[in-house]
């Protein structure tokens, strides 16, 4: 069955019986069982080198998962350099997850005495890698140690990416996908530098007291890291926002950027196609 017919069946059964979506996490296909092939086009940029190139990068991947899922590894384009990915063990993301729970969602922080109440149970399925060595990602010379965390813990659900579920109704999970900068042994987020590098900040508002909005508020739903021409970048999924104070473009489209200069500056825009997955619905979780 294609993950689109099964997405429809997904949604119907929600709309039928609501207690059965709560509760299911439903067996729809994955993208490689569809066999999908998804195409990116190229809608603004503001370095065409770079753009063009990574356009060819992102058209040449053999995708095991949707794109808004990961933008894995790949030097099928010129200039691209391979950033090995290191596997976080379990022991270290049970370690781990609090910090970056807490770094998150401040608003709901999670202290030390009720960490295994809340953490221990859960398993932690998604994908959290770091590097073999820190990279540049501020590009100023000074290496920083990065990890890159997708699912719970960067966010509050435990869904699989682009799968359907009853909590999304059918339509594929949009999981997020977020890098954080870290302290040199890795133990503590670097608040401030995380949120320079790869976030926005909100402006004030009534729901705030009338100063900005304190949460990490990430580029992007769903991130990843790459290197090219020996300078860092990132790219990221964006989508619709709960949060009025948000202009970010419709999900399907895909930003690039890069911090130089103490500054983050988006480079690239691309829009995302794709003729099988039902993805035009964004996913919101924050």
């Not at 439903?26 to 092939?37: F, H, I, K, S, V």
């Not at 922080?109 to 932690?124: D, V």
């Not at 200069?261 to 619905?281: A, F, N, Q, S, V």
Request: charged letters at 25%; hydrophobic letters at 35%; a negative charge.
């Amino acid at each position: 069955m294609s993950v689109l017919r099964c997405s429809i069946l997904v949604r119907a059964a929600s709309a039928l019986f609501p207690m059965l979506a709560v509760l299911s996490n439903n067996p729809c296909p994955a993208a490689e069982d569809a066999n999908t092939t998804y195409h990116f086009s190229l809608k603004k940029s503001n370095d065409k080198t770079l753009c063009d190139a990574y356009l060819q990068r992102l058209n040449a991947i053999e995708y095991r998962e949707p794109p808004f899922c990961d933008r894995p590894e790949s030097t099928a384009a010129p200039g691209f350099v391979r950033l090995d990915r290191i596997s976080l063990s379990s022991e270290e993301r049970r370690r781990l997850i609090p910090e970056i729970w807490n770094f998150t969602y401040p608003e709901t922080y999670i202290g030390q005495a009720r960490e295994q109440k809340f953490f221990g149970p859960i398993p932690i399925r998604g994908p959290v890698w770091t590097y073999p060595a820190p990279i540049d990602i501020e590009n100023d010379g000074s290496p920083d140690k990065v990890i890159v965390w997708r699912g719970w813990g960067a966010e509050a659900q435990f869904a699989t990416c682009g799968l359907g579920n009853g909590l999304s109704n059918g339509y594929a999970w949009r999981s997020a996908q977020l890098p954080y900068i870290m302290s040199a042994d890795g133990s503590k987020v670097e608040a401030a530098r995380t949120i320079s590098v790869f976030g926005r900040s909100a402006p004030s508002s009534a729901t705030t007291g009338g100063v900005e909005d304190p949460r990490y508020k990430p580029l992007g739903r769903s991130m990843s890291i790459f290197e090219y021409r020996d300078q860092y970048y990132f790219d990221a999924f964006t989508y619709k926002s709960l949060h009025a104070w948000t202009d970010l473009p419709d999900a399907d489209h895909l930003l690039v950027f890069t911090h130089v200069h103490g500054r983050t500056r988006e480079l690239c825009e691309y829009e995302m196609k794709d003729p099988e997955l039902d993805i035009h619905r964004p996913i919101i979780n924050r």
